[in-house]
Antibody, heavy 119, light 106 residues
């Protein structure tokens, strides 16, 4: 079935970087965009950025410009989101989500990856 | 940036109730609006796209309406499985979510 499977939970110290992976299966990886959305505990959803896996083109929310990098490895149908200069406020669940241009919305989501930033 | 404002933030309702959630955009987004349902510890699930189109597999008791700056999500007869948090999302210009509406048991 169509699914996105993310890497496991991470614990990082302030100032470090984290790289989360998102492996796609059940569809053609390069035919749909991948977005990243985060959610702090008890808070709402926050869009971080977008990547076209075919071209590698990306677009990032202004808030994360300079700190986030989205990449992919098409040979293994996997997208990556790396966030640097981590601070405690980055503690959150990070989701990848498939952007379906036919509907414009995010129709398939990964299970989420908990990233904890703590000294 | 386009801001999305949902109301109410919390809604208490009973099984069988008709429930309406409102989402307002800070500028016109045409019909580029989606609604998601999220349950605790789970990823969001797409319910509605293009303001009123029902995602495949979503029960017909869910419906969406609106265009421009004002939108609504309606659940015609609330079921036990519907107690969750609902988010609107605009995709006219990049993507922005509303702050969420928690539907809880009255």
């Amino acid at each position: 079935q169509v699914q996105l499977v993310q890497s496991g939970a991470e614990v990082k110290k302030p100032g470090a970087s984290v790289k989360v992976s998102c492996k796609a299966s059940g569809y053609t990886f390069t035919s749909y965009d991948i977005n990243w959305v985060r959610q702090a505990t008890g808070q709402g959803l926050e869009w971080m950025g977008w990547m076209n896996p075919n071209s590698g083109n990306t677009g990032y929310a202004q808030k994360f410009q300079g700190r986030v990098t989205m990449t992919r490895n098409t040979s293994i149908s996997t997208a990556y989101m790396e966030l640097s200069s981590l601070r405690s406020e980055d503690t959150a669940v990070y989701y990848c989500a498939r952007g379906n241009r036919a509907v414009g919305a995010f129709d398939i989501w990964g299970q989420g990856t908990m990233v904890t930033v703590s000294s | 940036d386009i801001q999305m404002t949902q109301s109410p933030s919390t809604l208490s309702a009973s099984v069988g109730d008709r429930v309406t959630i409102t989402c307002r955009a800070s500028q016109s987004i045409s019909s580029w609006l989606a609604w998601y349902q999220q349950k605790p510890g789970k990823a969001p699930k797409l319910l509605i796209y293009k303001a009123s189109s029902l995602e495949s597999g979503v029960p017909s008791r869910f419906s969406g309406s609106g265009s421009g700056t004002e939108f609504t999500l309606t659940i015609s007869s609330l079921q036990p499985d519907d107690f969750a948090t609902y988010y609107c999302q605009q995709y006219n210009s990049w993507w922005t979510f509303g702050q969420g509406t928690k539907v809880e048991i009255k």
